[in-house]
């Protein structure tokens, strides 16, 4: 099933591919499926009659027509070859049953299948083609001879052509209405369809609204409480590394409350920072990545610039922004802790299916060893891989260039 709504898919215009909600989807479907299965179905009847010995013109022109029809909807023209083949069906088929036995013929039986088609193609053209019909029976009853050998019961030729006019006008009037129906069905569905877009529209504002409020007081409390008894403890700590020597044991003990209170205070500002700007924008993200190399670069007379391509239709996962800042925020330190680098450049490429963050430095190449508790390129993979983003590093004797690949979100 899902096979054969691809391939009919692949028939439809490209303005209704996978586009439900579309006032045209239904009709072009419906006729596209249509005319699939017809030239299927003429295709084998073709060669069974074939092989039986009889004439198969007709269904041939027929088969041809359905087959010229899926070729033009596919070219997104639509009106104009239905009414076309619609006139050449009547001018391919008029001589056939004429000269068949006229109003008696039994393949008058076609002008009411053409009519069913018609209305599965648009109930404007079905209405013209219940007209057509009965002008169409009117004219072979006039061809149809008087008298053909028919017993008298069976009634004569204006009895046949006013049996098949008000079956066709029944039959007519019948798909009229179920079209109609089919119709407001559909109108009732978009406009339920509608509503509850935009009851959801309403709750995803009330809802973001709430996410707002709460990320603006979890910074306000991270500012007057958290961040406020860090810069406390760091101060303390500052004091009492003051007033022992440097012999002390206590002394490291007072180093290290400084500086895990400072990586504390630091790790919090990226948090929040991420709570508070537009974290799933890159560009926003890069500015903020940017700003950081300038001021941290400057301090040790490192040039620093940063390029970066347009990125403005893109998203990102907040969550892999936050792990963006840790990575490149150890990478632009370890530059001036081990690479000896007097140029740092700082890039964002946009991809076709993810953005590409690299630093690159003209700094020498230290592989580390870990025996000194340092573990930053580890700690940079196991970031990457906890978000799925694609992480690599490129050494060299004359520099080092450390990419990370982040999915893009598609746009809604």
């Known amino acids: 099933m899902v096979k054969f709504k691809t391939l009919i898919n692949w028939f439809l215009p490209d303005k209704l591919k996978n586009n439900r909600l579309h006032p045209e989807y239904d009709q072009v479907y419906t006729l596209v499926s249509a005319s699939f299965f017809a030239t299927i179905a003429l295709l084998l009847l073709y060669g069974v009659l074939f092989f039986l010995g009889y004439q198969i013109n007709a269904i041939?022109?027929?088969?041809?027509?359905?087959?010229?029809l899926l070729f033009f909807v596919r070219k997104s023209i639509i009106k104009v070859p239905i009414f076309i083949m619609g006139m050449v069906t009547y001018v391919i088929y008029y001589p056939y049953i004429a000269n068949s036995g006229g109003i008696y013929s039994p393949m008058v039986g076609f002008l009411y299948v053409y009519l069913v088609a018609a209305y599965w193609g648009n109930p404007k053209t079905g209405a013209y083609a219940t007209g057509l019909n009965i002008i169409v029976l009117y004219l072979l009853y006039l061809h149809t001879p008087s008298e053909i050998g028919l017993p008298v019961t069976a009634g004569g030729r204006l009895t046949s052509f006013i049996i098949h006019a008000l079956g066709m006008g029944f039959l007519g009037a019948l798909l009229w209405m179920v079209q109609k129906r089919q119709d407001e069905a559909r109108e009732e569905t978009k406009q339920l369809q509608n509503y509850r877009i935009e009851f959801l529209d309403k709750e995803i504002a009330k809802r973001t609204e709430q996410l707002n409020n709460m990320r603006?007081?979890?910074?306000t409390d991270f500012h007057d409480e958290t961040g406020n008894l860090l810069s406390a403890i760091t101060r303390q700590a500052g004091l009492l590394k003051l007033r022992l020597k440097p012999d002390d044991p206590a002394f490291p003990m007072a180093d290290s409350i400084i500086r895990n209170s400072n990586e504390l205070y630091a790790s919090g500002r990226h948090f929040l920072w991420n709570l508070n700007h537009d974290s799933d924008n890159p560009q926003v993200l890069f500015e903020y990545l940017t700003s950081f190399g300038q001021s941290l670069y400057n301090q040790f007379d490192i040039s620093f610039s940063a390029q970066s391509t347009d990125c403005s239709s893109s998203k990102i996962d907040p969550f892999a922004s936050l792990t963006i800042?840790?990575?490149?925020?150890e990478a632009m330190n370890n530059v001036i802790k081990h690479s000896g680098a007097s140029e740092v450049t700082f890039k964002m490429t946009n991809y076709k299916n993810d953005i590409e963050f690299s630093l690159t430095d003209n700094g020498s190449w230290k592989q580390?060893?870990?025996k000194d508790g340092h573990y930053g390129l580890q700690n940079m993979q196991m970031r990457s891989e906890k978000h799925q983003l694609k992480f690599k590093v490129h050494p060299g004797p004359t520099g080092t260039r450390i990419e990370v690949a982040v999915p893009t979100v598609p746009l809604k």
């Not at 041939?60 to 010229?68: E, I, R």
């Open 60 to 68: 041939a022109y027929n088969g041809l027509m359905c087959f010229c």
């Open 368 to 370: 580390p060893d870990g």
């Open 325 to 329: 800042i840790f990575i490149f925020k």
């Open 216 to 219: 603006q007081s979890l910074a």
